[in-house]
């Protein structure tokens, strides 16, 4: 039986060419961990069991970032530069409509489950590395986000 750790191996190590895919959530999972700490298993394993436990709390989000329109940049604060979900699901749903070549990434919320809103700190207004684990800060409230 292989475990997460054997999945992210088989699919990282694959032959050029071969469309062989893992889920979302898996590689989200492995990638929020520093690269050093991806060729070990334990580490690994446990990630991955982190982000289901804190996507079975309700402590997770998908982001879309939509940050260009007609050759215009966006930014932060402008309604249409962030798309968030409650899932991978309401994510795909979206994206198969509106931009079938879209990414959505998973995000954990600090502070609790999510409760209608969502805080959003960007450390850099200018970053567009969308999916690196430090490239924005989720909370569930204003509070949380204060401090």
């Known amino acids: 039986m292989s475990d997460a750790f054997d999945q992210w191996v088989e699919w ?47 402590r997770t989000i998908w982001l879309y970032l939509d940050d260009y329109e007609n050759g215009e940049s966006r930014t932060m604060g402008d309604p249409e530069w962030v798309k968030v979900f409650a899932s991978g699901r309401a994510a795909d749903a979206w994206l198969q409509d509106n931009d079938p070549q879209g990414v959505a990434w998973e995000y954990e919320v600090e502070g609790g489950p999510v409760e209608g ?15 690196e684990p430090d490239w924005i800060k989720l909370f569930a409230s204003k509070e949380r986000a204060q401090k």
């Open 12 to 58: 990282r190590c694959k032959p050029l060419g071969d469309r062989r895919s893992i889920p979302a959530d898996l590689y989200g999972a492995v990638m929020s961990l520093p690269e050093t700490d991806r060729s070990d298993r334990q580490r690994v394993n446990e990630a991955v069991r982190r982000h289901d436990t804190a996507r079975r709390e309700g």
């Open 117 to 131: 809103s969502v805080w959003l700190c960007l450390p850099d207004p200018a970053s567009r590395a969308i999916g």
